[in-house]
């Protein structure tokens, strides 16, 4: 860990702890490294970097909106943490390959398919790009729901602590078995035809989506 990455998780943590009394005990089934992503819910800003500082120091990234980068301090504390800018509203294949960089680094990259901030906690509906990242790279997928912030402003208001939870999916989802592969020339090669995954080569017929 960098001076850096101690000074800005060392502050980030001490507001966190402040705001919110933490249970992530299951945030300790993680493993160590990557490649690896986290898929998680999204309530309210201050979520993110309380999950993400209690994964350190484990190698962890994440993808976040690129406007963010918009503002020269924050800008500074992102790239310490080399989290990931995505641009919203388009497929954001840079961003995309940079993720699939970091998990090749054995990185854990945390994903919020939801794309947005929900504040009421009802998922809203997901985006593909981290199970795209899943079939590229083969690493396993592990769900992590936080609950607890979705009142957190009116706590503070009258400077309360909120309870907050990060619990586990009971497994992870592997999508090294995925797709299968062409009983004759052992091809994985498919392309996305809406609303199956078609196989590339001449001898398979169209593979079901996986659930």
Sequence with gaps: MTLSQWFVGTTLKTITDLMFRVDGSE?????SHGPLILITNHVHMPEIPTLFLRLVPRPVTGMLLASRWDNALL????????IIP???GEA???GLRLGLKMLNKGYIVIVDPEGTRSHDGRLQAGRAGAVLMALRSGAPLIPVVHYGSENYMQNLRRLRRTDF???LANHSTSTRSWPPRCTTCASRS???SWPRWQPCCRHSTAAPTPT
């Design 27 to 31: 945030l300790a089934k993680i493993p």
């Design 75 to 82: 800008r500074w504390m992102l790239n310490t943490f080399h």
């Design 86 to 88: 995505l641009r919203r």
């Design 190 to 192: 498919l392309t996305r």
């Design 92 to 94: 954001d294949l840079a």
């Design 165 to 167: 939870t990060s619990s």
